[in-house]
């Protein structure tokens, strides 16, 4: 499987894993809070695949998880939640992605 395809099945996962738990939070918009987590977390866990840096694959993963979450965690002032979903995710989309 090339990696594209590895990044899609990731931000997939990740995204969907992000999204699901948010079917049952109140929002002042549900729609557009679960929509914009999706991408996110499908963002993270699709680059995080395809990108090539010189660090290790786990190293690589925290840094993506890292600053494609904090202008979310910026804007929502959510920042555990959203940061450490990212930081996590991050970290076992970098592990697989090795």
């Known amino acids: 499987m090339d990696t594209v395809t590895k990044g899609i099945v ?7 894993v992000s999204a699901v738990p948010m079917f049952f939070m109140s929002f002042e918009d549900k729609t557009k809070a679960i929509l914009a987590s999706f ?3 499908f963002a ?8 090539e840096l010189p660090f290790s ?10 600053f494609l979450s904090l202008p ?7 920042f555990k939640p959203i940061m450490s979903m990212g930081i996590v995710g991050g970290l076992i989309c970098g ?3 090795g």
């Open 10 to 16: 990731a931000g997939l996962a990740f995204g969907a």
């Open 39 to 41: 991408i996110n977390r």
């Open 44 to 51: 993270i866990g699709f680059i995080i695949f395809n990108l």
């Open 57 to 66: 694959g786990w190293l690589t993963g925290l840094l993506a998880g890292i």
């Open 72 to 78: 979310d965690a910026l804007i929502t002032k959510a």
């Open 95 to 97: 592990i697989l992605a």
